[in-house]
């Protein structure tokens, strides 16, 4: 249930019509909240938040040629899934994330390995994953990832 396109606006206007609201609504708040440094682009068949090359030269070490993934949001078959890496990374953002949830949503948390789901649009927390974009900056996200994910930038022991 992919929305087809090949840029962030024909992905936008593609999501089917009983998410297309929710979907826009959610896109509109990350980018609002997105720090200095990331952009919105095509990433992995959805809409991705990422460190583009000018920023960050290397590119994502899985795939050099695609910036370095932050965040994303994406239409699938039975939700829209907002994925987060910083949540994933950061030990201390992940508890505040999980604590915080169930002030900001009647839905109970679902969040599998790399996203969190939401099987009904009007339980989208637009405030809390507002505030979450605002906490790691596109520079403490590279430290975060080269310190953790890049196999190129560890130090060796």
């Not at 910036?67 to 508890?95: E, R, T, V, W």
């Not at 994953?129 to 190129?152: H, Q, R, T």
């Given at each position: 249930m992919?929305?087809p396109?090949k840029?962030?606006?024909?992905?936008?206007?593609?999501?089917?019509?009983e998410?297309?609201?929710?979907?826009?609504?959610?896109?509109?708040?990350?980018?609002?909240n997105?720090?200095?440094?990331?952009e919105?682009?095509?990433?992995?068949?959805?809409?991705?938040?990422?460190?583009?090359?000018?920023?960050?030269?290397?590119g994502?070490h899985?795939?050099?040629?695609?910036?370095?993934?932050f965040?994303?949001?994406a239409?699938?078959?039975g939700s829209?899934?907002?994925y987060?890496?910083?949540?994933?990374?950061?030990?201390?953002?992940?508890k505040?994330f999980?604590?915080?949830?169930?002030?900001?949503?009647?839905?109970?948390?679902?969040m599998?390995?790399?996203?969190?789901?939401?099987?009904?649009?009007?339980d989208?927390?637009?405030?809390?994953?507002?505030?979450?974009?605002?906490k790691?900056?596109?520079?403490?996200?590279?430290?975060?990832?080269?310190?953790?994910?890049?196999?190129?930038?560890?130090?060796?022991?």
């Amino acid at each position: 249930m992919k929305a087809p396109g090949k840029t962030v606006k024909e992905i936008l206007a593609n999501i089917p019509e009983e998410r297309h609201e929710a979907f826009n609504k959610l896109h509109n708040v990350i980018v609002k909240n997105l720090p200095k440094g990331f952009e919105a682009a095509i990433s992995y068949g959805g809409l991705g938040y990422v460190v583009p090359h000018k920023l960050y030269p290397a590119g994502y070490h899985c795939k050099p040629t695609e910036p370095l993934p932050f965040a994303g949001i994406a239409s699938q078959k039975g939700s829209i899934n907002f994925y987060h890496m910083g949540i994933y990374a950061d030990p201390k953002l992940l508890k505040w994330f999980v604590s915080e949830f169930p002030k900001h949503s009647k839905q109970k948390l679902d969040m599998g390995k790399s996203c969190v789901r939401f099987k009904k649009p009007e339980d989208i927390p637009y405030k809390l994953i507002g505030e979450l974009m605002k906490k790691m900056s596109a520079k403490d996200w590279i430290g975060m990832y080269e310190a953790n994910y890049n196999p190129k930038s560890r130090k060796k022991k």
